[in-house]
C-alpha cells in the first residue's frame, strides 16, 4: 500500500535513490568543520544510548542491594541511586547535545538542497514552466524541504538510536542473563515493528482517502466563497450547503475507517508488547525460584523491554512520515532531474556587443510536430528599428522567444553582431537584450525595486532619472509611500500605463543595446498607448530595435517592416512603400483604421 501521492510499486526504489541523494548533504565534501559535527553528534548518540542502557544495570544493582546485608543497604543503594540519577541525566545531556551539534548539518543541507532546486529551476527552459503548475511545483519544493528536516530527525534521532539500543539492549541481556532473555526481548521488538509497518501500509489507504475528501471539501467550500455574488445570484445557498455537505460525508467515512483502523494498530502493539513482557517475567520468576537469578534481574529484564516500548510506540507514526518524507524528497529530486532543453555549449564565451548588429539567417522553428517559422531572413542594421506584423498565429512572438533563446532554432541562425546565439552563453544574450512586454508582470514589491530590477546595482539616484526618463517620477512622488509603495501582487494596484511605464523605467535602467518591443501598447487604450508610444521612441532611440506590433499606427516610423504570413515574410518595406504595393500589409491597416472609424454601439434608453 502506498501513502497519498506515493508512486506506483516499481518506481518505489526512487524513493530510497531521494535517500542515496541527501547522504552527500550530510558528509559534504571539503567541508571538514560539518564532516567534524556528523561525527561528533554520532559520538554523542553513542554515548546517550551507552548510558541509557546502563541505567537498568544500576537499577538492578539498587534492588539487589536492598535485599541483601544491612550493611550494603546502608551504603550499596546511596551509591547506586545517585549514579542512577546521574546516568540518566548524562542520557538527556547527550541526545542534547548531540541535536546540537547536529542542527548545523541538518539545517546545512536543507539551504543547500533549497538553493539548489531553485537555482535548477531558474536554469530550466521556458518550455518546462509553461507546462508546470506553478502551485503544485511550489507545493514539491516544500514538501520536499520538510520531508529532508522529517528525514533527518526521525531517522538519526529516532529510528537509528532505538535500533542501537536494541542491539545494546540484546547484548546486555545475552551478557547478564542468558540468550533466551535476549532471543524473547528480541523477537518481541521484531514482532513488534513487523507488525506495526504491515497494520500502517494497510491503513494508508483510508489516511490518504480521508486526506482527498479533505481537499475536496475544502477546495468546494473556497470555490463557493470566491463566487459568492454568483451564489447569491441565483439564489444557491442551499444548493452549496449540499455539495460541502456531502464533501463532509465522504471525509467522515473514511475518518471513521482510519480511526477504528488506529485503534486495531494500538491493541496488537499493546498485545505484542504485553506477551512479550510476561514472557520475560515468567522466565524471570522461574530462574528466581530456581536462585540462578536475583530480584534485581527481574527487574533489569522488565526495565528493560519497558524502556524499549516508549520508542517504539511511537513507530507507526514514525514509519509514516518517513515514507512520505521519501516520496515528497523523491518528487523534488526529480526536478532536479530535470534536464534544460536549451543550455549553453561547453566553454561557451560570452556575447561581446559592438554595433548591436542582429540578422535571422533562414530561420526554421517549430513548436513540436507544428512548423511556426519557415526559413525567415532579416536584418537589423545598427541603431535601426524593424517591425513585424501580421496575423494571430504567424509567429511574431516566436521571434522574441528566439532572440531570448527561450527556444534554439530548428534550423538556421540568428546572430548579433555575427556571433550565433548558441555559441555564447545565455547570461551574456540576456543581459545585452531589453523588453517591454505586452502585459508587464512585477513583483509584490516596490516600485523602486522593480524598476531596479533592470540592474539591481544601481544606486536610488540612478532609478529616479530612470523613472524620469520614462515620464513615472511625478506620479510616484504623488504617492503617499513614493518609490517605497507597493504595487500589489504581478502589479495589480497599477493601471496599465502605470505598469508600462514602470517596465520602460527598468529597461531604461538596464541600458541594453538590443531592444525587444512585444507588443507593448495593444493592450492599452488610444490616449494611453500615445503617451506610452512617445516614451518608446525614446527609449529605443539609438538602439537596435526589434517591434513585435498589433497596432500598425505605432510602427509607422519603423525603418523596415516586415510582413509574417504562415511563418514566411509575405512583404517587407517601410509603411508607405507597403502601403503603395495594396497587398497584406494594406488590408491590415484599412481594417485597422474602419475599426478605430467605427461608432461607439448605441445605448437603450429605459422606459
Do not use: C
Not at 139 to 166: A, D, W, Y
Not at 410 to 420: N, P
Amino acid at each position: 500500500m502506498a501513502t497519498e501521492g506515493d508512486p506506483k510499486p516499481e518506481k518505489r526504489g526512487l524513493e530510497w535513490s531521494a535517500l542515496r541523494s541527501l547522504l552527500p548533504y550530510l558528509w559534504p565534501p571539503g567541508d571538514w568543520g560539518l564532516r567534524g559535527r556528523v561525527v561528533v553528534a554520532m559520538l554523542f548518540l553513542a554515548a546517550a544510548k551507552a548510558t541509557n542502557v546502563y541505567v537498568p544495570v544500576l537499577y538492578r544493582g539498587a534492588v539487589d542491594a536492598l535485599g541483601g546485608e544491612q550493611a550494603a543497604v546502608v551504603v550499596m543503594p546511596i551509591a547506586l541511586i545517585l549514579g542512577y540519577g546521574g546516568m540518566r541525566v548524562l542520557s538527556l545531556t547527550f541526545g542534547q547535545l548531540r541535536d546540537a551539534v547536529f542542527a548545523k548539518v541538518g539545517q546545512r543541507a536543507i539551504r543547500t538542497v533549497a538553493l539548489g532546486v531553485f537555482r535548477h529551476l531558474h536554469a530550466l527552459s521556458l518550455a518546462f514552466h509553461l507546462d508546470r503548475h506553478t502551485g503544485g511545483l511550489s507545493r514539491s519544493i516544500e514538501r520536499g524541504t520538510r520531508g529532508i528536516q522529517t528525514l533527518l530527525s526521525f531517522t538519526l534521532f529516532n529510528v537509528l538510536p532505538t535500533f542501537v539500543e536494541i542491539a545494546m539492549v540484546t547484548a546486555v541481556l545475552w551478557a547478564l542473563l542468558d540468550g533466551w532473555f535476549a532471543l524473547v526481548t528480541f523477537a518481541t521488538v521484531v514482532i513488534y515493528i513487523a507488525y506495526t509497518i504491515t497494520i500502517t501500509q494497510w491503513r494508508l489507504k483510508f489516511r490518504r482517502e480521508m486526506n482527498d475528501q479533505d481537499n475536496t471539501a475544502n477546495s468546494k467550500a473556497i470555490d463557493s466563497l470566491l463566487n459568492f455574488e454568483t451564489v447569491k445570484y441565483f439564489d444557491n445557498e442551499e444548493h452549496e450547503a449540499r455539495r460541502y455537505d456531502q464533501a463532509l460525508e465522504r471525509y467522515e467515512t473514511a475518518a471513521v475507517k482510519a480511526q477504528t483502523s488506529l485503534a486495531l494498530l494500538n491493541i496488537g502493539q499493546s498485545a505484542i508488547i504485553a506477551i512479550g513482557l510476561t514472557t520475560i517475567m515468567y522466565m524471570a520468576a522461574r530462574g528466581i525460584v530456581a536462585h540462578e537469578l536475583s530480584i534485581g534481574d527481574f527487574v533489569l529484564a522488565n526495565t528493560y523491554l519497558l524502556q524499549l516500548y516508549q520508542p517504539l510506540g511511537f513507530f507507526g507514526f514514525v514509519y509514516n512520515e518517513i515514507k512520505q518524507a521519501l516520496v515528497d524528497m523523491e518528487k523534488m529530486f526529480v526536478l532536479l532531474g530535470e534536464l534544460p532543453q536549451v543550455a549553453d555549449a561547453p566553454g561557451a564565451p560570452e556575447l561581446v556587443v559592438s554595433d548591436a548588429v542582429v540578422r535571422f539567417e533562414d530561420v526554421e522553428f517549430a513548436y513540436g510536430e507544428r512548423p511556426i517559422l519557415k526559413g525567415v531572413t532579416f536584418e537589423i542594421p545598427a541603431g535601426h528599428k524593424l517591425a513585424v506584423v501580421g496575423s494571430s498565429g504567424a509567429g511574431k512572438s516566436t521571434l522574441g522567444r528566439l532572440l531570448f533563446r527561450f527556444y534554439d532554432v530548428s534550423g538556421g541562425r540568428i546572430t548579433i553582431d555575427g556571433q550565433d546565439l548558441r555559441a555564447v552563453t545565455q547570461a551574456s544574450l540576456r543581459r545585452s537584450l531589453g523588453i517591454v512586454p505586452q502585459d508587464t508582470v512585477l513583483f509584490n514589491d516596490t516600485i523602486r525595486y522593480n524598476i531596479a530590477y533592470g540592474r539591481p546595482s544601481a544606486s536610488p539616484e540612478e532609478v529616479e532619472e530612470a523613472a524620469r526618463m520614462a515620464e513615472l517620477h511625478d506620479f510616484v512622488k504623488g504617492l503617499p509611500d513614493g518609490y517605497e509603495t507597493k504595487v500589489g501582487e504581478r502589479g495589480l494596484k497599477l493601471s496599465g500605463g502605470e505598469k508600462q511605464r514602470v517596465a520602460i523605467a527598468r529597461t531604461i535602467l538596464k541600458g541594453p543595446p538590443v531592444l525587444l518591443l512585444d507588443e507593448a501598447t495593444s493592450a492599452l487604450d488610444t490616449a494611453t498607448e500615445r503617451s506610452i508610444q512617445r516614451h518608446l521612441a525614446n527609449v529605443s532611440r539609438g538602439r537596435t530595435t526589434l517591434v513585435i506590433a498589433h497596432r500598425l499606427s505605432t510602427i509607422v516610423d519603423a525603418d523596415e517592416i516586415i510582413v509574417l504570413d504562415q511563418g514566411q515574410i509575405a512583404e517587407r518595406g517601410s509603411h508607405d512603400a507597403l502601403l503603395a504595393r495594396d497587398g497584406l500589409y494594406a488590408e491590415l491597416w484599412r481594417r485597422q483604421l474602419e475599426q478605430a472609424d467605427a461608432p461607439e454601439p448605441a445605448t437603450t434608453q429605459g422606459l
